[in-house]
């Protein structure tokens, strides 16, 4: 069974500024892929940014990063220069291989101050 | 903007009776998944549906069904409401090439 954990039920960062979002897994599986969404108040879940099991780069998108450490498990989305509409709730998620399911973890929500 | 979209928004039901929610996605979607995310938690899978067959489900029990129609539409069906099945329920269609989700803006059903 799949499972992931996001430990920071809620950051604060200032404008502009960087800010790492925590996210450790556990899979047996050797292929998986692992997935961030952001969902603001309004509910819909939003992809940011993908990283598959045998990537040996980083993935980026814009000012996403994703920092994937494969032996620690772990799969941390960095942003960048923050902005105050990225105020919202990110979630971590992996995706069984040859399977419908994706399974999330609880969650961080993330406060930009201006 | 993923082309998923769901109704209604919002429901407010009342214990024991049954629901419907409905998805409806872009032409060539085959696959739809559904989630149930209660307040403060992230998404559980309920299940998924691959033209128009049910091809993986999670611990969600018999009273939570579903169809999808040929024309890439999809229906949760929730008989027996029980109160903790107040959620947020969330649709989500086909892959994108990494194998991303395209998320409905989901339904708030509220049992009292």
């Known amino acids: 069974a799949q499972k992931i954990t996001q430990t920071q039920p809620g950051m604060f960062v200032q404008e502009k500024e960087a800010v790492t979002l925590d996210c450790t897994y556990d899979t047996s599986d050797q292929s998986y892929g692992l997935f961030w969404y952001k969902q603001p108040s309004s509910g819909e879940m939003i992809f940011l940014i993908y990283?598959?099991?045998?990537?040996?780069q980083n993935a980026t998108e814009g000012r996403y990063s994703l920092n994937f450490q494969k032996a620690r498990k772990s799969a941390n989305l960095v942003i960048s220069a923050s902005q105050l509409g990225d105020s919202a709730m990110y979630f971590c998620a992996m995706r069984e291989p040859n399977a419908g399911k994706s399974t999330f973890g609880d969650g961080t929500t993330l406060t930009v101050k201006p | 903007e993923t082309g998923v979209t769901q109704s209604p928004t919002h429901l407010i039901k009342t214990r024991g009776q049954q629901v419907t929610l409905r998805c409806s996605s872009q032409s060539g979607h085959n696959t739809v998944s559904w989630y149930q995310q209660a307040l403060g938690q992230g998404p559980q899978f309920i299940f998924q549906y691959y033209r128009e067959e049910e091809n993986g489900r999670g611990n969600f029990p018999p009273r939570f069904s579903g169809l999808q129609f040929p024309n890439y539409s999809s229906e949760l069906n929730v008989n027996a409401l029980e109160l903790d099945d107040s959620a947020l329920y969330l649709c989500?269609?086909?892959?994108?090439?990494?194998?991303?989700?395209?998320f409905g803006p989901g339904t708030r059903l509220t049992v009292t």
């Open positions: 990283q598959g099991s045998y990537d040996e």
């Open positions: 989500a269609s086909n892959r994108g090439p990494q194998g991303e989700q395209y």
